[in-house]
């Protein structure tokens, strides 16, 4: 059973920094790739970043710059480092999997983290 463990949202003041952490299990990590979506109230969700199984990123371009996505075999765990947030930022983060070095749609998601960047 793949099940998709976010961690490490909460409430930060503008201009301050946290980092989410996904521990998937059921799925062979290595060959994944990660990303992270977001979804504010009333918007519709969006990604953030992407990193491939091999290691390239994206980001969506009001992060680029901000936020750093990475993955570490080792322990198993996608993270997002998230600096110089903003309010614009305040949303339900979730971690998403698909099998990497194909076409499909993310398949894998987890239950999503709450980032709220307040002052």
């Known amino acids: 059973q793949v099940q998709l463990v976010e961690s490490g949202g909460g409430l930060v003041q503008p201009g301050g920094s946290l980092r989410l952490s996904c521990a998937p299990s059921g799925l062979t990590f290595s060959t994944y790739d990660m990303a992270w979506f977001r979804q504010a109230p009333g918007k519709k969700r969006e990604p953030v970043a992407g990193?491939?199984?091999?290691?390239?990123?994206t980001y969506y371009a009001s992060v680029q710059g901000r936020f750093t996505i990475s993955k570490d075999n080792a322990k198993n765990t996608a993270h997002l480092q998230m600096n110089s947030l903003k309010p614009e930022d305040t949303a339900v983060y979730y971690c998403?999997?698909?099998?990497?070095?194909?076409?499909?749609?993310?398949?894998?998601w987890g239950q999503g983290t709450q980032v709220t960047v307040s002052s």
């Open positions: 990193i491939s199984w091999s290691g390239s990123t």
């Open positions: 998403a999997a698909r099998l990497g070095s194909t076409n499909n749609e993310y398949r894998y």
